[in-house]
């Protein structure tokens, strides 16, 4: 099983965002981080075949950091998990994960440090972070068994300026 650790790519300014008293859940992404995620996602077309299912964050920068992968890979099915939201619950995400066929490619789309929280207890059954995910990073994690905890093991780790060298 392949599966892809991304994270969102770059929104509006939290403070700024909370200033003009709009919740965080609906912060978008900046026209910037959008065409960088583009390319980026054209890159990461070029590293990765395939992807059965996109599963996002249900907060709108990571829906539409989602929604760029889709379009680079629009035979995934897209769908939203309440774990990948900040402060989420990790078991949903290998709740997730157990469902899928051992040949699955997925994509797991969300927020710092709980994406970093999530690859460190793929690769090592813990939760001590060790990984940058700057924003627009994606990780590439393969499970030859079945998805559990510390079973992992990490193919590459590429930030966004990476991937755009691909596209």
Known sequence: MQVLI???????????????GKPDEIRPLTKKG???????A?????????????VSSPLARAIETADILHKQFPSAKLEKLEG?????????VFGRLGELDATAAIAFVGHEPDLSAILARMLTGEADSFADLRKGAVALVEFEAAPKPGRG??????????????A
């Open 34 to 40: 959008r065409d960088k995620m583009r390319r980026a």
């Open 153 to 166: 093991l990490l193919r590459w780790l590429l930030q966004p300026a990476h991937l755009r060298k691909f």
């Open 84 to 92: 990948l939201r900040p402060g989420g619950d990790p078991a949903q």
């Open 42 to 54: 054209r890159g990461l077309s070029d590293v990765v075949p395939k992807l059965d299912v996109i």
């Open 6 to 20: 991304v994270r969102h790519a770059p929104a509006g300014d939290r403070a700024m965002w909370s200033k003009k």
